[in-house]
């Protein structure tokens, strides 16, 4: 790593630099540099970081593609011709002992060769009790080893697998002959797409989805709890479950009033799971809470929703929390990873630990003690006028690190495009807006009437599972913002054996020939000093709308593009793509082929080529046989899912 500090480092980020190449130099020595990614998030930090550093800004132009396969081996493929694989390929592989490992197209654990891209085997469809065209690509999976044996967790199909790294097959002592059926009693499925199990100390932890009642929807009740549980590595023994919404007599239970933590399971950690091994902590970000727009049925702050917990990967115990938003409304999940790094504060070390939210903040601890680094405020916010429901009065306000992006809607805040600025308020004046955390609202059905709360960030939220890296280099963290708004409207329903009085339809938040109502960049990347809590540099990230007819003529900056990709930071640069239509909107701002490198101490851009599709998974990077590659899943709603890597 160079010492080549370039941009505005604190003398507190500097020592914290200096300190990390210093030790990182060490660790290395002479050897090639510890280049393995034997997590999904890097390491169980989370941090999306590699010191990898071959690739530099003074050669990225020669960057190119070297391989590229697709995201499922041809045995897989061959077996059932009818198969469609989606394009929303989630995949991040796994680099350990010069072999890459990954999820595939259908959730099928798949070894590669890191140098080619060849298939070295494929998991078992036997060992599923269901085809392989049933399943899904997850964003992870993990890799265990200890003097027992090296063996691979993945979750698929309501299963927990423990795999040989060197065949591929069920390893047969692991629960009932390599499986672990992890469906409640009483429940239908188990999904875990969007993360991947992680192991603390010889214990296997899993969180995930069961039955899912939907955020919107009028029915609630009886909905299963989605707990996180920890198993024993070896055995497949469940040792303990974390309840996601506390019972009674649970520290907890009486922030759901009138007993409504019986039956509002709706509320789980779906993404991202990061660990302190030192520690023996797990750090769990949940999610919003049942019917997350009204909830008269659920008075009180309803934890866990919305909380990060620091768990006791031993026992299952908490540790610490932390509640981001109570009572939400909004859906303002933790849906990204609790990033783990070490800091320096007023000359003080902290182990800290950084959750987005979807909010627009970063919330910083300290992970071992829950402090928060710097004062979190509890401030007044709007109320609501919906009969029945009672919002919290007030909710945290961070003093430090401002927010990476806009939040609630002002005047200044709408388009001001020549060509559609008139128009753009006249569609804002049938909306509610103000300021974040200004609740849903009732639409009317009289002309010009309410059409409900328009605001930023909507329920898409500013931060998902794509944002939050960390360059313990530097100390900076980097943080990814979607600026597009939602509106959260509230009807009432008509449907007699409904559990509450009203539900949210179409959150969409209208066009104006695929412009947003609020301005512009609508994808953001911020690099924040955590050191000082200040943000260093912030830019658009990906330029939308460049030969739309009614900017054509205009001069604007780069617009940023609203979509959900993921970075990587490596020793010199960051990268990033600018992510797929596969993220939930087809406007033409919302999605692209472009990757860039970024000079991660500047945010100048150095570098960008076309994938072949958008970005769907977050990119990884190791080094093998002295060469550093770059591997990155793609794919859209109209071209084939890929896994390509890239390398000088």
């Known amino acids: ?267 789980g950690s779906w993404c991202c799971l990061s660990a302190d091994e030192e520690l023996g902590h797990v750090y769990i970000p949940f999610t919003a809470p049942t019917a997350a727009y009204f909830g008269g049925h659920r008075p009180g702050d309803n934890l866990y929703s919305n909380s990060l917990v620091a768990i006791d990967a031993a026992t299952g115990e908490r540790v610490w929390h932390f509640q981001m938003v109570r009572h939400d409304v909004w859906e303002y999940d933790n849906v990204g990873p609790p990033v783990l790094g070490d800091i320096v504060v007023d000359g003080r070390p902290i182990k800290a630990v950084m959750q987005a939210n979807k909010t627009g903040w970063v919330y910083v601890f300290d992970r071992v003690t829950g402090e928060p680094v710097w004062p979190i405020e509890d401030l007044p916010v709007p109320q609501s006028d919906v009969p029945g429901e009672v919002l919290s009065p007030t909710q945290p306000f961070p003093t430090k690190p401002a927010p990476i992006a806009t939040q609630g809607i002002t005047e200044a805040d709408i388009v001001d495009f020549p060509e559609v600025a008139q128009v753009a308020r006249a569609t804002v004046a049938n909306f509610v807006t103000g300021p974040i955390f200004t609740p849903p609202s009732i639409v009317s059905d009289e002309p010009g009437g309410n059409q409900g709360t328009l605001t930023l960030p909507g329920s898409w939220g500013s931060a998902n599972w794509n944002t939050g890296a960390f360059d313990p280099e530097t100390g900076y963290y980097y943080g990814f913002a979607n600026d597009i708004p939602r509106v959260y409207r509230l009807v009432e329903t008509d449907d007699p054996d409904a559990d509450m009085p009203y539900w949210s339809p179409n959150r969409e938040a209208p066009y104006l020939d695929g412009i947003p109502l609020t301005r512009p960049p609508w994808g953001r990347i911020t690099a924040i000093d955590m050191n000082t809590g200040e943000h260093v540099w912030q830019i658009a990230n990906g330029d939308s709308l460049s030969e739309h007819p009614d900017l054509d003529e205009l001069d604007l900056p780069t617009l940023g593009i609203a979509s959900r990709p993921a970075a990587l930071v490596t020793g010199s640069l960051l990268f990033i793509g600018v992510g797929s239509n596969n993220h939930g909107g087809t406007q033409p701002n919302m999605w692209g082929t472009a990757f860039r490198a970024y000079d991660k101490f500047t945010g100048e851009e150095v570098w960008r080529t076309d994938l072949p599709s958008g970005t769907t998974g977050a990119p990884m990077s190791y080094m093998h046989e002295g060469r550093q590659y770059i591997v990155v899943a793609v794919g859209s709603f109209g071209d084939e899912p890929e896994l390509v890597a890239l390398g000088l």
């Open 1 to 267: 790593m160079s010492l080549a500090l370039r941009g505005s480092l604190s003398l507190s980020g500097f020592t914290a630099a200096l300190s990390a190449a210093l030790l990182s130099f060490t660790a290395t020595d002479l050897e090639a540099q510890h280049t393995d990614w034997p997590y999904w998030g890097g390491t169980r930090l989370f941090q999306r970081y590699s010191p990898a550093d071959q690739i530099d800004a003074d050669n990225v132009q020669d960057v190119e593609i070297v391989w590229r396969r697709p995201a499922a081996d041809s045995s897989v493929t061959d077996a059932d011709p009818q198969l469609r694989i989606s394009g929303n390929f989630r995949a991040t592989p796994i680099y350990v002992d010069g072999v890459l490992y990954t999820s595939n197209g259908v959730g099928l654990v798949e070894a590669i060769d890191p140098a080619t891209g060849a298939t070295r085997w494929v998991q078992s469809f036997e060992a599923d009790s269901l085809q392989a065209t049933r399943g899904a690509s997850s964003r992870g999976i993990e890799y265990w080893s200890e003097g027992s044996g090296d063996r691979i967790f993945t979750v698929r199909l309501g299963n927990l697998y423990a795999l040989d790294p060197a065949t591929g097959e069920a390893i047969a002592d692991f629960g009932d002959n390599g499986a672990v059926n992890l469906v409640p009693e009483g429940a239908e499925t188990f999904s875990l797409v969007s993360s991947s199990p992680i192991v603390v100390n010889g214990v296997v932890i899993v969180s995930g989805t069961v039955d899912g009642a939907g955020d919107g929807g009028a029915q609630w009740r009886g909905v299963h709890s989605e707990d996180v549980r920890g198993f024993d590595a070896l055995s497949g023994e469940l040792l303990w479950t974390f309840h996601a919404v506390p019972r009674q007599g649970e520290f907890g239970a009486e922030s759901w009033g009138n007993d409504s933590w019986n039956g509002a399971g709706d509320l």
